[in-house]
C-alpha cells in the first residue's frame, strides 16, 4: 500500500458513520517494516486543525489489533497523549509485540507525525475464559435516549463551523441526560454527567471494530463532569482543555451501533487537572467497558474567582 492509499490524502466528504470506518482502516505499509509493525491512517478533518484524541486512540488499539491473533481480544489499554496532532496530516502506527504469552499479549503502540510520538499506548489481550462474575448496576431513572435532544437538535440551527461539525459531522449520537454544556451550564453543580451513544449507522460485524470505535466514543464526554461541578462549559471564556492519558477496560462484548448509556464522574480535581472517570452499559444493563482520564483544564484567574465565589455561595 502506497502512502497515499494509507491517508495521506485525507478522508473525504461522506455520511458520518462510513467515515468512521474508513478512518479504522489502517493500511499496512510495504518495505516500511524495522522492529515494529508499520502502519498508516488517515486523519479526520477538524476545524481546530487537531487530531481528536479518540481518533488516535481507536486507531492505535487497531494497529495492535492487526498484529495479535484474532481469537484474543482486547481487554485494556493504558496511553498517554504525547504532542498535539495535526489533523491535516496522517498518522504512522509502529507496533512493537512485547509478549505472547498462553493467554495473554501485550503491545506498545506509538502513533507518529513528523516522526515524534503524539500518544504512546500499551494494550493487553486475552483468549476467552471462564472465571467469576459481578458488575456495576447501570443506574435507575435515566430517560430513554429518544426522548432527548440530539447535537443536531442542540446546535444544528447556529450559524457557526463548530456548531455544523458537532452537530453534522461526528459519527456518533450524543444525547445528553442533564442539560448539554456545548455553549452553557445549567442545572445542578455536580461532579457527574450522563451521555446516550451510538452510531448513525450501521457497523459492519466485527467485534473488534466495535471495541475500537468504543474508545473513539470514550474521549468524546468524559470531562464534563468537571466542567459541570464548576458550572462551566466548552465556550467559558479563556479555558483550555486537553486529554493528558486515557485508560480503557472492555468488559463485555459491545456493539456501538446500538444505543450505549456513558455515566460519568470525578472524583478529583486540582493543581490544573481533573480526572474523570466513566462506566459504559448497554441498554439491557450490561456493563460493557470501563474508562479513566485525566485530563488538563486551565481558566483564567478571573473566571476561577467567579467559579469559586459561586460554589462558596451555594455552599
Request: proline share 6%.
Amino acid at each position: 500500500m502506497t502512502e497515499a492509499e494509507a491517508g495521506l490524502q485525507g478522508l473525504p466528504a461522506q455520511d458520518p458513520t462510513s467515515m468512521l470506518i474508513e478512518l479504522l482502516d489502517l493500511g499496512e505499509l510495504q518495505g516500511a517494516r524495522t522492529d515494529e509493525d508499520i502502519f498508516m491512517g488517515p486523519s479526520q478533518k477538524q476545524l481546530r486543525q487537531r487530531v481528536f484524541g479518540g481518533q488516535v486512540l481507536a486507531q492505535s488499539l487497531v494497529a495492535a489489533m492487526r498484529t495479535v491473533d484474532a481469537g484474543r481480544k482486547v481487554h485494556s489499554m493504558h496511553g498517554y497523549f504525547l504532542r498535539p496532532g495535526d489533523a491535516n496530516e496522517p498518522i504512522t502506527f509502529g507496533v512493537e509485540r512485547l509478549r505472547d504469552g498462553r493467554s495473554f499479549s501485550a503491545r506498545r503502540v506509538h502513533a507518529y507525525q513528523e516522526g515524534m510520538p503524539i500518544l504512546s499506548m500499551i494494550a493487553s489481550f486475552q483468549d476467552q475464559d471462564e472465571g467469576v462474575e459481578h458488575q456495576s448496576e447501570m443506574p435507575a431513572g435515566i430517560p430513554d435516549p429518544e426522548s432527548l435532544p440530539s447535537t443536531a437538535d442542540l446546535l444544528g440551527t447556529f450559524d457557526h463551523p463548530v456548531a455544523r461539525e458537532w452537530a453534522f459531522e461526528r459519527p456518533f449520537d450524543i444525547r445528553h441526560v442533564d442539560p448539554a454544556l456545548y455553549v452553557s451550564a445549567t442545572g445542578r453543580k455536580e461532579a457527574r454527567n450522563a451521555v446516550w451513544m451510538k452510531t448513525f449507522g450501521p457497523m459492519p460485524d466485527d467485534p473488534d471494530l466495535h471495541r475500537a470505535a468504543l474508545a473513539y466514543a470514550s474521549d468524546y464526554t468524559l470531562l464534563e463532569s468537571i466542567l459541570r461541578k464548576h458550572g462551566m462549559s466548552w465556550v467559558t471564556p479563556g479555558m483550555s482543555v486537553a486529554s493528558l492519558d486515557h485508560a480503557m477496560w472492555w468488559h463485555r462484548p459491545v456493539r456501538v451501533d446500538e444505543w450505549l448509556l456513558y455515566v460519568q464522574e470525578s472524583p478529583s480535581a486540582q493543581g490544573a487537572r481533573g480526572l474523570a472517570t466513566g462506566k459504559i452499559f448497554s441498554r439491557e444493563g450490561l456493563h460493557v467497558a470501563t474508562v479513566a482520564q485525566e485530563g488538563m483544564i486551565r481558566v483564567p484567574a478571573e473566571v476561577k474567582d467567579q467559579v469559586d465565589g459561586a460554589l462558596r455561595t451555594r455552599s
